[in-house]
């Protein structure tokens, strides 16, 4: 007997117990399905590091301009704090910013802001 897997459906479970999630996991894996998991969206935290992901594959940002950008997101850190955080110079975080807004058509922190979170609030 020959398994054939239709279109690609997409199943959402929520699972709070990491052990049973992995049992889970592992037996759809087993199955033949494509299996991610995702954070728990109850958490604020996790649901603006969604809209940071999905900024940064929408518009291409580099891992470090990600970086930067988690780091205003998620710390509201100044430039100069972020370059504290990573141990770079303030005129680095300034030229990812600079990428950053160009890359996201944003003209300053502000609206960079809400590209980010959108209708979220």
Known sequence: MMLTLGP????QLSIEDDE???RVMTL?????YEVERAPHFDSRQA???LRVDAI???DSLTPREAEV????????LLNIEIAKELGVELSTVKWHMHNIFTKTDTKN???????????WF
């Open 109 to 119: 922190r502000e609206a960079l802001l809400r590209a980010v979170i959108g209708d």
């Open 20 to 22: 049973q999630a992995d």
């Open 8 to 11: 690609r459906t997409h199943i």
């Open 56 to 58: 940064v594959e929408k």
């Open 69 to 76: 950008l988690g780091l205003f997101v998620h710390g509201g």
């Open 47 to 49: 649901r603006l590091q």
């Open 28 to 32: 759809l894996d087993a199955l033949g």
